[in-house]
């Protein structure tokens, strides 16, 4: 493969992935998902009897181009899963077979079933089946979301937890069921009569979901279903708590590594040490903006400062002159150990990760670690003087 080969590759690659900061990234996600939402849409209107047929083919039509348009992409993504980094070590061949097998291969592979399908003209009942099995495109709505992936990670962290709780649920259901089995099985034989019909009023109960479709009508029975209806709220809460714990330290975690690798880029920060940065980095909080947004106007409050890991920013002074920060550079400084107004608007230039340092903790901060404080006052001093003696007008690259 050439060199513009594996570099169109690349870009394709980056502009795929869902996680891309860029505008193109973004541009790409807000296409795809109006293309995703136009394919369900027709696809649950096709399920709709009475529709004029010229509205059926138009929607016919509809999902075929999206079917088509999702195969495109299939392929794209095949072809690219080279350039993923946890397939570094992998060939092109090897790297492009452990996609297909990854959850979003999976995913991907689902959404171009139904062009095969109507090659082969399936059919069920009447119904075309491709059109039924393009509901399965809901699937790639996971895509978009990637605390999916957390959540994955948290249910396998708390796996002993959960196992707990699931055995707890078991126990309470079992027992629930044997109970009510005893109790009402001779007034309700029908509901109550065999130990399967028991566990559906248990599970309904238990859920506190309460359909009302089977109720106890003796006292023991109405008893054992209070307790019952106790019990489900005390086991759900139980999970509740267990799940959000987890995905709170895994968010944690996750913010702390991204934080990491964002300050890792900041000068300022990397010459005070590692220990050092361990505890600037729980302070700091990341932020994305894309090109040509404000991220501070004139007259804001200072309350925070902000350090550019990624990408570029205009400053665009009271006089009239601008200034350019790129990669490392820091702004918002000014107004935050003045505690006064921000003075100047501040515009990214193209897309930027900035890290955010908030006014409490930035204090907190400078009272453990001087030297970041005297180097945020040295160059506030600096820019400062750098201004004042600026003309009118006059910008700065």
């Not at 138009?58 to 899963?81: D, K, P």
């Not at 075309?128 to 809901?138: E, G, N, P, R």
């Not at 890792?264 to 505890?279: D, N, Q």
């Not at 006089?319 to 790129?326: E, H, I, S």
Request: net charge positive; charged share 20%; aromatic share 8%.
């Amino acid at each position: 493969m050439t060199a513009t080969d594996s570099t169109l590759r690349a870009r394709i690659h980056a502009l795929l992935h869902f996680t891309e900061p860029t505008d193109a990234g973004r541009r790409w996600r807000a296409l795809h998902l109006a293309v995703l939402a136009i394919g369900l849409f027709a696809v649950i209107l096709l399920s709709v009897d009475g529709l004029p047929s010229n509205l059926r083919h138009a929607l016919r039509y509809a999902v075929g181009i999206v079917a088509i348009l999702f195969s495109v992409e299939y392929l794209a993504r095949l072809w690219t899963a080279p350039e993923a980094r946890r397939y570094g070590d992998s060939t092109a061949a090897g790297a492009r077979f452990h996609w297909a097998l990854s959850l979003p291969g999976l995913i991907g592979f689902l959404a171009t079933v139904p062009v095969f399908m109507w090659l082969g003209g399936y059919r069920i009942a009447g119904s075309d089946a491709a059109s039924i099995f393009c509901v399965l495109w809901v699937l790639k709505l996971g895509l978009h979301a990637p605390a999916l992936g957390t959540l994955l990670r948290v249910v396998s962290n708390e796996r002993a937890p959960i196992a707990s709780v699931l055995v707890l649920f078991l126990i309470v259901l079992v027992v629930a069921a044997t109970g009510a089995h005893l109790l009402e099985s001779e007034h309700q034989p029908k509901a109550f009569g065999s130990l399967p019909d028991a566990l559906w009023w248990a599970v309904v109960t238990l859920t506190t979901t309460g359909y009302g479709d089977v109720v106890p009508v003796t006292v023991g029975g109405r008893m054992l279903g209070a307790l019952l209806m106790i019990s489900g709220i005390t086991v759900l809460a139980i999970m509740t708590g267990v799940l959000a714990t987890g995905f709170a330290q895994e968010e944690r975690r996750r913010e702390y590594l991204r934080v990491w690798e964002h300050v890792a880029r900041v000068p300022i920060f990397t010459a005070l040490g590692v220990v050092t940065l361990s505890e600037i980095v729980g302070k700091l909080r990341t932020r994305y903006y894309p090109s040509r947004i404000s991220v501070v106007r004139r007259g804001d409050p200072g309350d925070s400062m902000f350090f550019i890991s990624r990408g570029e920013v205009e400053v665009r002074l009271p006089a009239g002159g601008t200034v350019r920060l790129g990669e490392g550079a820091f702004f918002g400084e000014m107004a935050l150990l003045e505690r006064q107004p921000r003075t100047a608007t501040v515009a990214t230039l193209r897309p930027t990760t900035l890290l955010v340092l908030y006014a409490s903790d930035f204090y907190e901060i400078a009272s453990h670690i001087p030297a970041l404080a005297e180097a945020v006052e040295n160059e506030a001093k600096r820019r400062h003087d750098e201004n004042t003696d600026r003309k009118p007008g006059e910008a700065k690259r």
